[in-house]
Every structure is written in structure tokens, then in C-alpha cells.
T-cell receptor, first 116, second 118 residues
Framework: NAGVTQTPKFQVLKTGQSMTLQCAQD?????MSWYRQDPGMGLRLIHY???????DQGEVPNGYNVSRSTTEDFPLRLLSAAPSQTSVYFC???????????????FGPGTRLLVL | AQTVTQSQPEMSVQEAETVTLSCTYD???????LFWYKQPPSRQMILVIR??????QNATENRFSVNFQKAAKSFSLKISDSQLGDTAMYFC???????????????FGAGTILRVKS
């Protein structure tokens, strides 16, 4: 098991450019999420998915799009990067317990994004 | 909305000693889960310990234990026999539970940097 993988590890973008952060998991988990980590603020939820074809917004969704066409993959898209999106991005996955939440989330290694 | 507060931005402890990290949270939920995650300089998020709110017994994992006070909405982490490898950022996190909840919507505190000194 590779667990949760993320690519790239580091990326530099110019303001206005677009890019996709990739996330994949091989544990057949239903739930996947994207978080961003900024100094002094912990991790904040951007978007999440409870299964293929189902996504919803988290605490800080503006400027980001997601889709979930397969159980394994959950890409995060930045359509027009802004300096405020400079951050470390984490993808996480987990499975449901008895049809609802509760189980441990497994995190990917993170993607560091710098927007100039 | 739930909030998680870690009031200690930084702490230090001597190797082999015991240290306690504080966490308080605010919620109107009755069913939820609490976690402590460790983030070493590698940035990898590593689960330290998990507590289910409906369980009275405090969770323990080897040198790590929690003091869960549901009425006070407090969830502190005790690290015994501290080791140099415990040096990391520690995050307290809250996950709403219950039949009506779905999705892994963790709410994190701001973190506590722990430095273990030799």
C-alpha cells in the first residue's frame, strides 16, 4: 500500500496561472479531503468528498475546484492562482464507520505551493 | 460551528521528563471524536491518539495518553518519558460524529510546537 500520495511536492506559480494538485489513495477509502496549512492557523478544510461523484465545500473553498470521478483520485484545481493561495496543501482519506464518520484520517505528504 | 483552541504556541521539555499539551474545544454536538496529530519537520501528519467522546475511558498509546474532560470540553495530551524524536508540532483536532454527519471534516487547532531538549 502506498497510502495517500500527492504530486507535486513543491510548485512555484505566477499570479493568474492555473494548476492541479494531484491526490490518490489505494486504500479504497470513501472519504477524501483537501486542507491547507498556514502559519499560526493549523489546517483548514477546503473541499471534501464522501464518494465518487460527490463533493462539497469546506471552510475555505474560494478559488479552488474539485471533482471525484473515481474512488482513488481527488484532484484540487486552482483556476487563477493568487499570492493568498501560497500554502502547504494536504490531502487526506478515511473510511466510514457504520455509515458515518469517526475513523482516522490518513494524510498525504503535502504539496508546498508558492504563488508569486 | 466548532472551534479548537491550543493555548500554548510553544513548549519545551527535558528528555525523559513528562509534558502536557492543552486543548479545549467548543461544540454543541454530543457525539464526536478527538485526535492528536504530530507533525515533525518532514511535514508528515502522524496520528498520535484518538478519543471517542462517548467513551469515558481516556485513550492511551504507549507513552502518550489523554485527559478527556467532556463537561469541561478539554482534551490534553500527556507525553511521558519524552524523547528527542517527539520534537514536532502537535495539533489537536475535532471531528463531528453522529448518524447525520458524514465526510471527514476535521477542525484543527493552531498547533503547539514541542521541543525536547537533551
Amino acid at each position: 500500500n502506498a497510502g495517500v500520495t500527492q504530486t507535486p511536492k513543491f510548485q512555484v506559480l505566477k499570479t493568474g496561472q492555473s494548476m492541479t494538485l494531484q491526490c490518490a489513495q489505494d486504500m479504497n477509502h470513501e472519504y477524501m479531503s483537501w486542507y491547507r496549512q498556514d502559519p499560526g492557523m493549523g489546517l483548514r478544510l477546503i473541499h471534501y468528498s464522501v464518494g465518487a461523484g460527490i463533493t462539497d465545500q469546506g471552510e475555505v473553498p474560494n478559488g479552488y475546484n474539485v471533482s471525484r470521478s473515481t474512488t482513488e483520485d481527488f484532484p484540487l484545481r486552482l483556476l487563477s492562482a493568487a499570492p493568498s493561495q501560497t500554502s502547504v496543501y494536504f490531502c487526506a482519506s478515511s473510511y466510514s464507520k457504520d455509515g458515518h464518520t469517526g475513523e482516522t484520517q490518513y494524510f498525504g505528504p503535502g504539496t508546498r505551493l508558492l504563488v508569486l | 460551528a466548532q472551534t479548537v483552541t491550543q493555548s500554548q504556541p510553544e513548549m519545551s521539555v527535558q528528555e525523559a521528563e513528562t509534558v502536557t499539551l492543552s486543548c479545549t474545544y467548543d461544540t454543541s454536538e454530543n457525539n464526536y471524536y478527538l485526535f492528536w496529530y504530530k507533525q515533525p519537520p518532514s511535514r508528515q501528519m502522524i496520528l498520535v491518539i484518538r478519543q471517542e467522546a462517548y467513551k469515558q475511558q481516556n485513550a492511551t498509546e504507549n507513552r502518550f495518553s489523554v485527559n478527556f474532560q467532556k463537561a469541561a470540553k478539554s482534551f490534553s495530551l500527556k507525553i511521558s518519558d519524552s524523547q528527542l524524536g517527539d520534537t514536532a508540532m502537535y495539533f489537536c483536532a475535532f471531528l463531528p460524529g453522529g448518524v447525520e454527519e458524514y465526510g471527514n471534516k476535521l477542525v484543527f487547532g493552531a498547533g503547539t510546537i514541542l521541543r525536547v531538549k537533551s
